[in-house]
């Protein structure tokens, strides 16, 4: 199970830290990844972090201004957002994948968590 938390309503230019809390599984053997879905889109990859937390990826849009991390002791994934701007409104999605490697594919994520909304304000 994955239980995401931390959003919130915030001002543009504000931060948000969110937070996905895991269970059920090894969570340092599973990939960890953020995705967003903005009201009417696709939900799309945020960021990645492989299972040691040494490797990240991310996406354009949120490079320079997103930080993705992970405590393996505490079976908790994060992502620090800087900056936030009206576009980075969406609810957001942890989710956990058992491949090696870091991957924006959804398909690779086999658990979701339930979402938090982030709302950014102008």
């Known amino acids: 199970q994955l239980q995401a938390s931390g959003g919130g309503l915030v001002q543009a230019g504000g931060s948000l830290r969110l937070s996905c809390a895991a269970s059920?599984?090894?969570?340092?053997?599973?990939?960890m990844g953020w995705f967003r879905q903005a009201p009417g889109k696709d939900r799309t990859f945020v960021a990645g972090?492989?299972?040691?937390?040494?490797?990240?990826s991310y996406a354009d849009s949120v490079k320079g201004r997103f930080t993705i991390s992970r405590d393996n002791a505490k079976n908790a994934v994060y992502l620090q957002m800087n900056g936030l701007k009206p576009e980075d409104t969406a609810v957001y999605y942890c989710?956990?994948?058992?491949?090696?490697?870091?991957?924006?594919?959804?398909?690779?994520?086999?658990?979701w968590g339930q979402g938090t909304l982030v709302t950014v304000s102008s």
């Open positions: 972090i492989n299972r040691g937390g040494g490797t990240t």
């Open positions: 059920g599984r090894t969570f340092s053997s599973d990939v």
């Open positions: 989710a956990r994948s058992n491949q090696a490697l870091i991957t924006r594919l959804q398909e690779r994520y086999k658990y």
